[in-house]
């Protein structure tokens, strides 16, 4: 069985391989009369895009959007939102040699030995590729969100390899390549990545989130709980190895006393919980961490095998992201945002309250 599709009441499903012809995704279940622009999807697209410094992956697409049906005369009509992009700039050729080789770490693996078929173009369908639809598609949830709740949903990077960062000025995370507040810690981080890059190895990054204004009251218990649906959306990023929801695995070594969030004066004086209890959103800030391994396709040789079983050392050629995690920023975002939306509707669909 193939899984293609997200959300209940704010469906999202995505087709498309990293150099097949075209990518892109259906957002069913919008509702109508939002304005939206092909411009203001790109503003999206292009934070999470290759090519926009030197610590990305060079491959160069333009990710002109293109929105097919869902919008008349620039307003969402509640019916599917199609979008496309066009793949551009796909260079089949840097993956002729690796066609029948497994790249350690890699999906390569694990979908020849589901699929028995693989298309080895840029990783076909297991390629980051992908989540240029995820973006694409958060830009609608986002504007949506901040239009009627005043939510707004931001993330930062708050570790590379072992350098570790302090959210600092938020306003400023799309100031320099790497998504972070610090920006006085920017030159740092280029000399790490220039000379990662030089030795031909990756890194893996955290990524921390939040969801601000964000209502009361959202969640399904029990199956449907809100963290367990931004867990599963974080867990279905490429590259994803860990989430965290607020204190996470910190609670370990809290003791209770101390991990509770005392509400004094009707307000919480902490938040341990990340906003969410018992799988129900609080009205605090939504809190999240998102792991992301190193990437795998690297000019490092390793021993691995060919599909045959044959023995073999691998060595990848071609545009790799030494972080992928980097421009995973974005993404984290969009997912955030097209789960929080979808549990309002719900939400709003089972009690039938107005706005929460
Ligand atoms: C990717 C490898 C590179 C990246 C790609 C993800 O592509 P290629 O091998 O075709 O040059 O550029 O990411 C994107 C194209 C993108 O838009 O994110 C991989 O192995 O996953």
């Known amino acids: 069985m193939s899984h293609n599709t997200f959300g209940k009441n704010l469906r999202f499903t995505s087709f498309g391989e990293s150099h ?15 304005a939206i622009t092909q411009e203001e999807i790109k503003q999206q697209l292009i934070r999470r895009a290759t090519g926009q410094s030197r610590h990305t992956s060079q491959r160069k697409e333009k990710d002109d959007v293109q929105i097919v049906s869902g919008v008349f005369e620039g307003v969402t009509t509640g019916h599917p939102i199609a979008l496309i992009i066009e793949n551009t700039d796909a ?36 390629s980051a590729r992908e989540t240029t ?21 931001i993330a930062w990077l708050s570790q590379l390899g072992n350098i570790h960062l302090n959210a600092g000025d938020l306003s400023r995370i799309d100031d320099s390549p790497f998504f972070t507040g610090e920006i006085d810690k920017v030159p740092e981080l280029d000399k790490y990545m220039d000379a990662l890059r030089k030795s031909g190895d990756s890194v893996g990054a955290r990524i ?33 190895k860990g989430v965290e929801i607020g204190a996470g695995f910190a609670s370990v070594g ?18 341990h919980a ?38 073999i050392e691998v060595v990848t050629k071609g545009r790799h992201d030494p972080c992928v995690g980097i421009r995973a920023t974005p993404i984290v975002e969009a997912m955030m945002a097209l789960v929080i939306m979808d549990h309002i509707m719900r939400h709003k669909a089972q009690t039938q309250s107005n706005k929460s």
Not at 141 to 149: D, G, P, T
Not at 278 to 292: C, M, N, P, R
Request: aromatic share 8%; charged share 20%; glycine share 12%.
């Open 274 to 311: 990340g906003g969410i209890l018992a799988g129900v959103s609080t009205g605090q800030d939504i809190t999240l961490d998102v792991a992301f391994k190193p990437t795998s396709s690297l000019r490092l040789p390793a021993q691995s095998i060919d599909i045959d079983g044959n023995a």
């Open 208 to 240: 921390s989130a939040k969801a601000v204004n964000v209502p009361a009251g959202l969640g399904e218990p029990v199956y449907g709980k809100l963290d367990a649906e931004l867990a599963l959306a974080m867990m279905s990023i490429n590259a994803t």
């Open 133 to 153: 639809m995820r973006v694409a598609a958060g830009a609608l949830a986002r504007k949506w969100l901040h239009e009627n709740y005043n939510i707004s949903i």
């Open 20 to 34: 097949g012809s075209t990518i892109g995704c259906v957002l069913d279940g919008f509702p109508p009369g939002m």
């Open 254 to 271: 809290q003791n209770g006393s101390e991990h509770r969030d005392e509400i004094i004066n009707n307000k919480f004086a902490s938040n």
């Open 91 to 126: 260079r089949s050729k840097d993956y002729t040699n690796i066609a029948k080789q497994i790249r350690p770490g890699h999906a390569d693996y694990a979908y020849w030995k589901k699929y028995q078929v693989r298309d080895y173009r840029g990783g076909g369908r297991s």
